[in-house]
């Protein structure tokens, strides 16, 4: 499903992919325009794990989001609220995200969204960044 001002989950703010979806998420929900099947996984999932690899409350970036200010802006916060990863650690962030659902444990999972979706004969869609990008380009 396409959903205006939503990134692609690979789009990169500070060098770290999904950190960007994220906020784009935070900033549709306040203004109502996200749809209702992603509001379960605002704060979990990938949202989760996003905010705990930088260790900051998702409630407390809410916040931080909606008081204004660009992205690289909220990362900074982020940085100073909980940990400024280096380098390497955000090479590794960016190959497990963007990797996530390929033979590992997400792939069941990733197998009921491609069916659910009828993507489930789409060998192409290895990976959930894979899913969100031809779900919600309508591919």
């Not at 960007?20 to 509001?39: F, N, T, V």
């Not at 690289?72 to 650690?89: I, T, Y």
Request: aromatic content about 10%; hydrophobic content about 35%.
């Amino acid at each position: 499903m396409k959903v205006p001002g939503l990134r692609p989950s690979s789009d990169k703010v500070g060098g770290l992919v999904y950190f960007g979806r994220m906020l784009d998420k935070i900033r549709l929900h306040a203004q109502k325009r996200l749809p209702a099947e992603y509001h379960k996984n605002l704060g979990v999932g990938f949202d989760g794990r996003c905010v705990r690899f930088l260790h900051v409350d998702y409630k407390a970036l809410i916040d931080r989001v909606l008081q204004g200010g660009t992205d690289e802006e909220v990362l900074a916060w982020c940085f100073s609220q909980g940990r400024q990863p280096n380098a390497e650690e955000i090479e590794i962030w960016n190959g497990f995200m963007s990797k996530r659902g390929w033979n590992d444990e997400a792939t069941e999972t990733l197998e009921k969204m491609k069916q659910e979706r009828g993507f489930s004969r789409r060998a192409d869609i290895r990976t959930i960044f894979e899913f969100h990008k031809a779900d919600e380009e309508g591919q």
